[in-house]
């Protein structure tokens, strides 16, 4: 069975503090993961994918296959990063389905 | 391009009342799905739809039924509601299984 595991449900740091939300998985095959992120009145809108290796808005996310993490980071928070993100996996071989964690609240204070 | 777009955004039921949350895409994407948002529960499927007049189950399909008969619109159905459904549903499309979910506002949907 796929799992998302987010341990943190809140997590609050200072601006120019460095920020790692944590994600675990549990997957027997090779998965593909993404970090959403909902910011406050804001629908839910994809802030990166692995496969893409990509940086958004400063935010890096590996996959360590060895650890099954996928843990997103930043180096120096803003205020505008608080928001609620969310890790999710999809099983590679055409599965149609995203399984979500449970979410990490990020507080960035001034 | 509006997107995704549900409606209504709120509503409030009496237990045992029925109601149809529509979902539209504009994106002529063929794969859409309904969760729901609880608090400390993060995101989970409902239903979903891999094109037109097809549908499937997700984790939590009880108490729920769907209807995809136009590509653009999913429509989700509570025929009998319940304080247990009360939540904020959220209906997504994608392309395909490779290309990322586009999510619509939520819906937030109270039964007393």
Redesign the interface.
Known sequence: AQRVT?PE?LLSVFKGAPVELKCNYSYSGSPEL?WYVQYSR?????LL?HISRESIKGFTADLNKGETSFHLKKPFAQEEDSAMY?CAL?AQG??????????TKLTVNP | NAG?TQTPKFRVLKTGQSMTLLCAQDMNHE?M?W?RQDP??????IH?S?GEGTT?K?EVPDGYNVSRLKKQNFLLGLESAAPSQTSVY?C?SSTG?DY???????TRLSIL
């Open positions: 987010q449900k993404f804001q629908r839910l809108q994809l994918r969310y999809k055409g599965s149609e389905k995203l399984v979500f964690g449970k979410g | 995704v794969y799905y969760y400390g529960m993060g995101l989970r499927l979903y891999v499937a997700g959220f997504a299984t990322p979910q586009h999510f619509g506002d939520g």
